[in-house]
């Protein structure tokens, strides 16, 4: 059973710039979390999408965004970029079969590790 | 507002040595308090996760001890081997909002040979 792949790896992207990374959940998963981890700040909860839906969000300016398509990949979208979103950007999946299921084990991926210059 | 606070940041354990890491939590509607374990270059993985209606869990050489009177939970790693080096993360989150974990900053384990 293949994992979370998250692409690409590595990104180094200019101030000002925007950004589009991808996770893809381990198939029968439908729920998509995306977190932000710096050595500073940790891990952040960025959002979650389950059924194409934003279920959650965290504590992040409008400049981050994402999405879920019906096959349940994700997309986070980071425009206007800043020296402070270099980051780690992980996404985890989840089986969650629907809105009011308990807390099921994360799986992460490797995450896309995002440089701005 | 840091929800899960997680100590000590860093600890060094000799081989065969007892590794212990301490996490604290703030909102009493967390349910479901994961550990994770992170290797360089590699993203968390699940090492072993605790429900409040337990005060403790052992899988392998990994237990979960809770306290849910004062709100703490921890991590003890018997026989600690130098494979076991890498960085711990506690977690917390809601059943009703699942999919947004708190995470404690992370403690970066070493155990020497």
């Known amino acids: 059973k293949a994992g979370v792949t998250q692409t690409p790896r590595y990104l180094i992207k200019t101030r000002g710039q925007q950004v589009t990374l991808s996770c893809s959940p381990i198939s029968g998963h439908r729920s998509v979390s995306w977190y932000q981890q710096t050595p500073g700040q940790g891990l952040q909860f960025l959002f979650e999408?389950?059924?194409?839906?934003?279920?959650n969000k965290g504590n992040f300016p409008g400049r981050f965004s994402g999405r879920q398509f019906s096959n349940s990949r994700s997309e986070m979208n980071v425009s206007t970029l800043e020296l402070g979103d270099s980051a780690l950007y992980l996404c985890a999946s989840r089986l969650r079969l629907n809105q009011y299921s308990l807390n099921t084990e994360a799986f992460f991926g490797q995450g896309t590790r995002l440089t701005v210059v | 507002q840091q929800q899960v606070k997680q100590s000590p940041q860093s600890l060094i354990v000799q081989k065969g040595g007892i590794s212990i890491i301490n996490c604290a939590y703030e909102?009493?509607?967390?349910?479901?308090f994961p550990w994770y374990q992170q290797f360089p270059g590699k993203g968390p993985a699940l090492l072993i996760a605790?429900?409040?209606?337990?005060s403790e869990k052992k899988e392998g050489r990994f237990t979960i001890s809770f306290n849910k009177s004062a709100k703490q939970f921890s991590l003890h790693i018997m026989d600690s081997q130098p494979g076991d080096s890498a960085t711990y993360f506690c977690?917390?989150?809601?059943?009703?909002?699942?999919?947004?974990?708190?995470f404690g900053d992370g403690t970066t384990l070493t155990v020497k040979p």
């Open positions: 909102n009493t509607a967390f349910d479901y």
């Open positions: 605790i429900r409040p209606d337990v």
């Open positions: 977690a917390a989150s809601m059943s009703t909002n699942a999919g947004k974990s708190t």
């Open positions: 999408y389950f059924s194409e839906t934003q279920r």
